[in-house]
């Protein structure tokens, strides 16, 4: 059983009460709404004044929350790392569909792979920790173009090594463009054997508390075995874990 502070108890309550109300609130008001004697409220608002979590406005004598907790929250935000909030959750996408996971960022023209969540298969994807792949032609990577700014995302391709990896891969710009479109709609990218034959990826763009795109996760497989006939289902999978990574992260709608 939790041993509650009553003190702590109180002056979080109001700290609350008063979060909800941006012209602020007098102390009168604060001791009806939180059913306390005035004398209490009156103590416990000068020590969250004293802390910095409530201002009183000088010309209407009401109290007002501050930037404070919002300040302790950013220095969290800011500190959160993706590989460490990651992992839960890609091990978790492992488990479901038992196909290997990875987590990239973007570096210039390509992504980096930072994690590699490993499945339980016979045949395994080639691919290892620290390996860049170009961004036009993954899942991942065009997961990450495809929310990101349109000149910018012009000058990653003209500043790329565009080749025609295998039948499928996609070298003309405008038609690029199109698929970006198609994935912004949808919130997933495929790479349908575009960089490697025999292998198909689905990829979801993971997005910060700045509402940017941090990277992004995918899985990965044998096209007889990441058929066509399950990206769909694979798709909704990968982007529900890729959007509780974002929601860890600090990042909202």
């Not at 390509?110 to 036009?136: C, F, Q, W």
């Not at 173009?145 to 003209?158: C, P, R, Y």
């Not at 508390?209 to 990277?215: I, P, R």
Request: proline residues 2%; charged residues 30%.
């Amino acid at each position: 059983m939790l041993d509650i502070v009553q003190s702590v108890d109180r002056a979080l309550s109001i700290l609350e009460l008063v979060s909800e109300y941006t012209e602020g609130l007098g102390i009168t008001e604060i001791s009806e709404k939180v059913n306390l004697h005035k004398s209490t409220v009156h103590r416990l608002l000068g020590t969250l004044i004293y802390k910095g979590f409530i201002v009183q406005d000088s010309m209407t004598n009401k109290y007002k929350i501050s930037l404070k907790l919002y300040e302790l929250g950013a220095k969290l935000v800011e500190d959160l790392d993706i590989l460490q909030v990651s992992k839960p959750y890609t091990e978790k996408l492992m488990k479901e569909l038992n196909e290997v996971v990875h987590l990239v960022i973007r570096d210039n023209n390509h992504i980096v792979y930072i994690d590699k969540v490993e499945a339980d298969n016979t045949i395994r994807m080639a691919s290892n920790i620290g390996r860049r792949s170009p961004l036009y032609c993954t899942s991942v990577g065009k997961a990450i173009l495809a929310f990101m700014d349109g000149d910018q995302v012009e000058k990653i391709w003209e500043n790329s090594n565009i080749q025609k990896l295998t039948k499928n891969t996609i070298t003309d710009y405008k038609m690029f463009e199109k698929e970006l479109q198609t994935i912004r709609e949808k919130g997933y990218a495929i790479d349908d054997e575009e960089n490697e034959i025999g292998v198909r990826c689905i990829g979801a763009p993971v997005f910060n508390h700045n509402k940017e795109v941090e990277g992004a996760i995918s899985i990965s497989g044998p096209a007889i075995r990441v058929t066509k006939d399950k990206v769909e289902k694979i798709a909704e999978m990968v982007k529900k874990y890729a959007d509780l990574i974002s929601k860890e992260l600090g990042y909202k709608e």
